[in-house]
C-alpha cells in the first residue's frame, strides 16, 4: 500500500530564504508525482509534475526533484516571499489516476 | 475558459439529511475524480469517474454514498443520512484525458466544504 509521508509538518521562515520541502513514498512504482499548493478555503494549485521517468522539473522560483528508486522527491523554492505562504502537498500516481496525498507542509513566511 | 466549478461552497446539512455535491468540470474534459479532506487529514481518493462510467470507486464508503457522471450535467456526489463524521471538504478535479497515462495534470476544483449538525 503506498504511503506518501512530508517532512517537515510546518515551516516558517524569514522572507528571502532558499528552502526545501521533503516528500517520501514507500512504493516506488509510481507513474508521476505532482506537487500542489493550498491556500486556505481554497483548492488545489498544481505547481509541478514530474514524469517517472523525469529528474526534475522547473518553474521560475520552484524546482522539484524526483529519485524514484529511493521514494524521495524534493521542492525547493528560492528567495521565498511572503506570498508562498500556503501549504504544500505532494501526491504520487499509480497506473490510474488516483493521487495519494502526504498530509502536507504548511510553510509560513515572515515579512 | 472557466476552471474547475464546485458548488455549493458551503454546505450545511442536519444529521440524517440528504447532501448533494455538484462538479463542473473544465470544458473538454471527461474525467472526474473525487478527494475528501476531513479535518486534520489528507487528502483522500473517493471515485474516479469518466462520462456515464464509474471506473475506480475503491475510496468510496461502502454505505450512503454515491457519485455519477452523467451525458449531460455535472458530476454528483450524493451522500445520504448524513452524520456528523461527513463532515470534510470535498474537491472534485478533472482531466482531459486518461491521467496519468498522458502525463496530464489534474486541475482541481475550489471544494465544497460540508458541515454536518
Known amino acids: 500500500k503506498q504511503e506518501v509521508t512530508q517532512i517537515p509538518a510546518a515551516l516558517s521562515v524569514p522572507e528571502g530564504e532558499n528552502l526545501v520541502l521533503n516528500c517520501s513514498f514507500t512504493d516506488s512504482a509510481i507513474y508521476n508525482l505532482q506537487w500542489f499548493r493550498q491556500d486556505p478555503g481554497k483548492g488545489l494549485t498544481s505547481l509541478l509534475l514530474?514524469?517517472?521517468?523525469?529528474r526534475e522539473q522547473t518553474s521560475g522560483r520552484l524546482n522539484a526533484s524526483l529519485d524514484k528508486s529511493s521514494g524521495r522527491s524534493t521542492l525547493y523554492i528560492a528567495a521565498s516571499q511572503p506570498g508562498d505562504s500556503a501549504t504544500y502537498l505532494c501526491a504520487v500516481s499509480g497506473n490510474t489516476g488516483k493521487l495519494i496525498f502526504g498530509q502536507g507542509t504548511t510553510l509560513q513566511v515572515k515579512p | 475558459n472557466a476552471g474547475v466549478m464546485q458548488n455549493p461552497r458551503h454546505l450545511v446539512r442536519r444529521r440524517g439529511q440528504e447532501a448533494r455535491l455538484r462538479c463542473s468540470p473544465m470544458?473538454?474534459?471527461?474525467?472526474v475524480y473525487w478527494y475528501r479532506q476531513l479535518p486534520e487529514e489528507g487528502l483522500k481518493f473517493m471515485v474516479y469517474l469518466q462520462k456515464e462510467n464509474i471506473i475506480d470507486e475503491s475510496g468510496m464508503p461502502k454505505e450512503r454514498f454515491s457519485a455519477e457522471f452523467p451525458k449531460e450535467g455535472p458530476s454528483i456526489l450524493r451522500i445520504q443520512q448524513v452524520v456528523r463524521g461527513d463532515s470534510a471538504a470535498y474537491f472534485c478535479a478533472s482531466s482531459p484525458t486518461d491521467y496519468p497515462g498522458a502525463g496530464e495534470k489534474l486541475f482541481f476544483g475550489s471544494g465544497t466544504q460540508l458541515s454536518v449538525l
Open positions: 514530474i514524469q517517472s521517468s523525469q
Open positions: 470544458k473538454g474534459h471527461s474525467h
